[in-house]
């Protein structure tokens, strides 16, 4: 069998599936899985698939995808654009997208199992495969570790994985240390005492509160973090009231917080506690806030001897161009549970998914216009040749480099 990675890759763009609601995914995976003769096993964290092919002695080499979409109306223009509507985990209906770019993943791993499979007779070792559920909310790694991952398969000597970024197709981003932040997802709750809006002086006003807080949260990163550091505070939400004229009696904000280092990250968190506690003083609130803390994505660290091993591979395999080290990343990954839990090292590179005739201008810039679509964004999508094809070949080649040989 062999599959149609195109046709594949855009059943699974128009079709997608919000966190842990990746059942019709985690099936076509399956059904791949057992055609190829991997052993499979289904429903792990959830939704999560995991395939096992045994090919004699040999080391454990984990490849790993991640299979969730966003709540995002997609914009594109595609003629295989999703349509599709879901609800979320608290029962909203919203739009669905791949605009993370998940569904290249899932369709360059199927790629490469399959050739793996065909390759059987220069390798050794075992192959797994693992197509996890739910990285958008941070929570898809640990869920499946937490549902007994490694006591149902063996425990990998090397995990693996890649994911698809706006720069040019060919090109891959990897680095040694630290790649990515950890992310710190917070919802603050704030207590006022509503009323009219023609008497505010009655009313301890929680939207001007909230409105001084995501003001004064600004000044945590450029006033409090040594210029040496990184770290990203955005306030993503604020909500409150339900009419013009009423003063409400509380207001929400969530916040994404990103740091490269465990304690940036206490001293960001500690900050933002203590502004939105001392703005609620100084408006009077009669209450203390309420901090609720939701997804947490763990830095992403790459072993250094493993990523240089996938560098040279790539360089070899791609060209010594086409290999850069990108720095550290502000976005966020949990695939870094699956290799902790396993005690393993981890190498998680950047896949390169627009059009190669940005090559020129990345190569001589080190960056792309400002109009190129990013992850996340509505009109984000890669292009589908030559990504997927060599997002194939990436995995295929990194495998090979940590199997065992025949000869």
């Known amino acids: 069998m062999s599959i149609d990675l195109e046709e594949l890759y855009k059943d699974l763009h128009a079709n997608p599936e919000l966190s842990f609601q990746e059942e019709r995914t985690a099936g076509i995976v399956a059904g791949h899985l057992e055609n190829l003769g991997f052993t499979v096993h289904r429903g792990i964290g959830k939704t999560g698939v995991v395939g096992v092919l045994e090919n004699g002695e040999g080391p454990a080499v984990m490849l790993r995808a991640d299979m969730d979409a966003l709540p995002v109306k997609e914009a594109t223009g595609l003629d295989y654009a999703s349509t599709v509507v879901g609800q979320d985990h608290e029962g909203r209906e919203v739009p669905v997208m791949h605009a993370c770019g998940h569904d290249v993943h899932v369709t360059c791993l199927l790629g490469a199992v399959e050739v793996l499979a065909q390759q059987r007779q220069d390798w050794k070792g075992t192959l797994i495969a693992v197509f996890q559920p739910a990285e958008e909310w941070g929570g898809g790694a640990g869920a499946m570790v937490n549902d007994g991952l490694y006591d149902r398969i063996p425990k990998p000597d090397v995990v693996l994985g890649q994911h698809v970024a706006p720069f040019p197709a060919g090109w891959f981003g990897l680095r040694s240390g630290v790649a990515m932040a950890s992310a710190d997802s917070l919802n603050v709750t704030l207590h006022g005492r509503g009323g009219h809006g023609s008497r505010p002086e009655t009313t301890v006003d929680p939207v001007l509160m909230a409105a001084a807080a995501t003001v004064r949260l600004q000044g945590v990163v450029a006033r409090e973090i040594a210029a040496g550091d990184s770290a990203v505070v955005t306030v993503g939400q604020l909500h409150a009231g339900t009419k013009n004229n009423i003063i409400p009696e509380t207001a929400t904000l969530g916040l994404s917080i990103r740091s490269f280092s465990e304690p940036t990250r ?46 040279e591979a790539f360089r070899k395999t791609f060209g010594p161009q086409q290999v850069i080290d990108p720095g550290p990343v502000s976005g966020s990954e949990d695939v870094g549970m699956l290799a902790t839990a396993a005690g393993a090292p981890l190498v998680f590179w950047f896949l390169g998914g627009i059009e190669p005739h940005y090559a020129k201008d990345f190569a001589e810039q080190g960056r792309l216009p400002e109009d190129v679509p990013s992850n996340h964004s509505p009109y984000f999508a890669p292009v589908i040749q030559p990504t997927l094809g060599i997002g194939t070949d990436a995995l295929v080649t990194a495998a090979r480099e940590f199997l065992g040989t025949t000869s």
Not at 275 to 281: D, G, L, Q
Not at 285 to 302: C, G, I, M, S
């Open 266 to 311: 206490e001293k960001v968190l500690a900050a933002v506690e203590r502004i939105v506690r001392s703005e609620a003083a100084a408006s009077g609130a009669d209450q203390e806030p309420d901090f609720h803390y939701e997804e947490r994505f763990p830095l992403t660290v790459n072993d250094g001897p493993a990523a240089e091993r996938v560098r």
